[in-house]
């Protein structure tokens, strides 16, 4: 059985339950815990869905972590509330479950943890080894902000600013950033088109996207208003093989690695270790689904 801890909005993981097998798959929303029941001891677990099918932890043969997050934000007042709180809780014994398949050796393709472990300013550093990466800087300074220009600022975390507000990737003058505020700036780069490479277990699937075709420099705050035409892009055997070697180096199975490309150069930017990707192989004709499918049933199971 494999086992996939996400949670209920979670399109992708719909797509590989209906490619495994709906009899070969438990899956366990953590957003909708409340309809589980649960137990766990020394032995192990037991879980149970509302139709009443279980899992024991004894018949799992592989775990995929997807996305087992709340997406609905709550506001917690100054005095806390026991929502957050019982989240916290299944939160804390989620991480006890992954742990549980980590340490008898059924996690696939995704770890748990990697954004910490392997963070932004670590990738770069790494990066500077296989690829060309604009310089950059991260300043909280009292002083005014000197830095190359033209230059980019990105947030380091999703994390929302005050009324459910992000901070998308955008141009700045350095100078006129407020010296007390935390900055991550980066040298911009004046690129054709941004490429995003997903990596399977040793497989790369490249898709490039024309920055003339959509406003600003950040894809992402076209996301649902727009169609965005990612499309395949061809890896020179080279770059392919510097990818393979990145990833071996940073210890990761799995990861979403962004570029950007001007016709002389390709620059990496981060790779996100459990990014999303079914939104570039829809239809299953790209070759992802399948082999993600495959590296989730490798071993145990035919599909």
Not at 33 to 38: A, K, L, N
Not at 84 to 98: G, I, K, P, T
Not at 126 to 136: I, K, S
Request: with cysteine; hydrophobic share 40%; net charge negative.
């Amino acid at each position: 059985m494999l086992l996939i801890l996400t949670n209920s909005l979670d399109g992708t993981a719909d797509e590989i339950v209906r490619r495994v097998g709906v009899h070969r798959v438990f899956r366990f929303n953590i957003d909708l815990w409340r309809d589980y029941e649960i137990s766990l001891d020394t032995r192990g677990f037991i879980l149970s869905d509302p139709s009443g099918r279980f899992c024991r932890s004894s018949d799992i043969r592989a775990a995929y972590l997807r996305k087992p997050t709340f997406d609905d934000p709550i506001t917690i007042p100054e005095g806390g509330c026991q929502e957050d709180w019982l989240r916290a809780q299944m939160s804390y014994f989620l991480q006890e479950v992954y742990n549980w398949c980590r340490d008898n050796h059924l996690v696939r393709l995704v770890e748990k943890g990697a954004q910490q472990r392997f963070g932004k300013f670590s990738q770069l550093r790494l990066a500077q080894d296989y690829f060309a990466v604009p310089p950059w800087v991260f300043v909280r300074t009292s002083n005014p902000i000197v830095f190359t220009e033209p230059c980019i600022t990105k947030p380091l975390t999703a994390d929302f600013i005050g009324d459910y507000k992000l901070l998308f990737t955008r141009s700045v003058d350095p100078s006129s950033l407020d010296p007390e505020y935390p900055w991550l700036l980066q040298e911009e780069v004046a690129a054709t088109h941004d490429v995003t490479v997903v990596y399977v277990a040793g497989r790369s699937f490249a898709f490039a996207l024309d920055r003339s075709s959509f406003e600003g420099i950040d894809w992402r705050t076209h996301i649902n208003r727009h169609v965005l035409a990612w499309q395949p892009w061809p890896l020179t055997d080279d770059f392919e093989n510097r990818i393979h070697k990145f990833m071996g180096a940073a210890g990761l199975d799995f990861g979403r690695l962004d570029f950007l490309a001007d016709p002389s150069e390709t620059y990496f930017l981060e790779v996100n270790p459990n990014g999303q990707w079914a939104w570039l192989d829809e239809d299953g004709s790209r070759g992802i689904f399948d082999t993600v499918v495959h590296e989730l049933t490798k071993g145990w199971s035919a599909v």
